[in-house]
């Protein structure tokens, strides 16, 4: 995830490597910390693969300054990390979040859509904390007022999550076939006023024959 943080926040603009740490520590520090000795190596990783460059600038006190960019490989390495996850990017909750964070950076709609439509249905599947014989234990089942309670709070917090998938999920789809609808109408504004695509094809393929009789007519002659 750390990787996915740092293509993300640079996919925007271009960061130091120090202002990138913070906003990564922002997003997801308060889980699991952001330490130079993981964040430089993923930086030297991804500018090996090409999908970052670097450049030095004068730091307020003369020191340079490491500026990183996303090349328009790493630009692309982004949306296809995004368009299609691991699968622990849908399961777990935190590296979910963390995919939500740059899923925006699609610009199509529909693939937003079927990333959330994953985790919908990994959501939907049967599954807890704890389990007896592969069977999910339920809030019924529990004795301990303490796993009761995580099990709770899990049930409060999966209804809400699923509130909100389907209502974005429902409003993406309803983009999609707006620009759907947005495409085919301009498709029809190119079209000559009262044709249709194939009476316009039809036309457009009589006069080509009728043009190629005219200069085969002077040789028949």
């Known amino acids: 995830m750390l990787e996915l943080c740092i293509l993300g926040f640079l996919f925007a603009e271009p ?3 120090y202002d990138l740490k913070a906003r990564i520590s922002g997003l997801s520090g308060h889980v699991r910390p952001v330490s130079d000795g993981a964040l ?3 930086i030297k990783r991804l500018q090996a693969a090409g999908y970052l460059s670097r450049r030095a600038e004068p730091g307020e006190r003369g020191a340079p ?3 990183l960019s996303l090349t ?3 630009r692309a390495e982004l949306l296809s990390r995004l368009r299609a996850p691991a699968d622990v990017e849908i399961t777990d909750r935190h590296s979910f979040f963390i995919l939500l964070a740059f899923l925006s950076s699609l610009p199509d709609p529909a693939d937003q859509a079927r990333v959330l439509r994953r985790r919908l249905a990994f959501m939907d599947a049967p599954g807890s904390f704890f389990y007896d014989d592969g069977r999910p234990l339920r809030v019924r089942d529990m004795t301990d007022r303490f796993r009761r309670g995580m099990l709770q709070l899990a049930a409060a917090s999966s209804k809400a999550d699923r509130a909100w998938l389907e209502k974005t999920i429902a409003e993406l789809d309803a983009e999609s076939a ?3 609808d947005d495409a085919e109408r ?3 504004q190119d079209l000559p006023e009262g044709a249709d695509r194939k009476d316009h094809a039809e036309s457009a393929d009589g006069q080509g024959l009728a043009e190629s009789a005219g200069r085969q007519a002077p040789e028949s002659a």
Do not use: F, K, T, Y
């Open 40 to 42: 430089h190596p993923a």
């Open 178 to 180: 707006d620009r759907q």
């Open 72 to 74: 328009d490989a790493g």
């Open 15 to 17: 960061l130091h490597a």
């Open 65 to 67: 300054r490491q500026v």
């Open 186 to 188: 301009a498709d029809r």
